[in-house]
């Protein structure tokens, strides 16, 4: 399986600010993804990070409050922009390797304030 | 688009007992079933996972059935210990396209 890390593990932020997750895989992988999940909640899947292109939204995401960068096959980052406390969530970043089977990170928990 | 339903949402056991969690998916495209658990501050980890082409998958003491007809999967943890408390959720997928069950909180009491 992969060894997945994400930067911050958690952070506490002020409402209008702007914060970058980072995702970490320690081998080239074909997708990755970003999922957020609300307290409580189950995984809702934000976007495919797609290397040297643009991300791929899902419904009721944009590019201007979730910007995707994937500059590798082993990295992205995803940025939470002007941030209110409906942002408070879990953002995990996964990865498949092959045929579908997909990973996950650890997690970043933002709490806004 | 597909529709994963899993229940039941909570579920609480003595140790030793069994416990199955069942979900049903809605797009007949779907060919892959993974099973995550997720512990408190943890990412979810995959425990299991199933493809269309088999009915059942057994790994020591969790196995999932899949019945395609009726479109429904069930994860079954036998033996159960304290450890095995988290939050359970089921995956539908067809072509990287994974769709989530709502999750079912298990508790083991010993």
């Known amino acids: 399986s992969a060894v997945i890390s994400q930067k911050p593990s958690r952070d506490i932020c002020q409402r209008g600010t702007s914060l970058t997750i980072q995702c970490q895989v320690d081998?080239?992988?074909?997708?990755m993804f970003w999922y957020r999940q609300q307290p409580g909640q189950s995984l809702t899947l934000i976007a495919t990070?797609?290397?040297?292109?643009?991300?791929?939204?899902e419904s009721g995401f944009v590019i201007d409050k979730f910007p995707i960068s994937r500059p590798n096959l082993t990295f992205s980052t995803l940025t939470v922009s002007n941030m209110s406390p409906e942002d408070s969530s879990i953002y995990l970043c996964s990865v498949v390797y092959s045929q579908e089977t997909q990973y996950f990170g650890p997690g970043t928990r933002l709490l806004v304030l | 688009g597909e529709n994963v339903e899993q229940h039941p949402s909570t579920l609480s056991v003595q140790e030793g007992d069994s416990a199955v969690i069942k979900c049903t998916y809605s797009?007949?495209?779907?060919?892959?079933f993974p099973w995550y658990k997720q512990e408190l501050g943890k990412g979810p980890q995959l425990i299991i996972d199933?493809?269309?082409?088999?009915g059942e998958k057994k790994d020591q003491r969790i196995a999932v059935t899949l019945n395609k007809t009726a479109k429904h999967f069930s994860l079954h943890i036998t033996e159960t210990q304290p450890e095995d408390s988290a939050v359970y959720f089921c995956?539908?997928?067809?072509?990287?396209?994974?769709?989530f069950g709502a999750g079912t909180r298990l508790t083991v009491k010993p």
């Open positions: 081998s080239q992988v074909t997708m």
């Open positions: 990070a797609n290397q040297g292109s643009e991300a791929t939204y």
């Open positions: 797009d007949s495209a779907s060919n892959y």
């Open positions: 199933i493809r269309s082409n088999v």
């Open positions: 995956a539908a997928s067809d072509r990287n396209d994974m769709r």
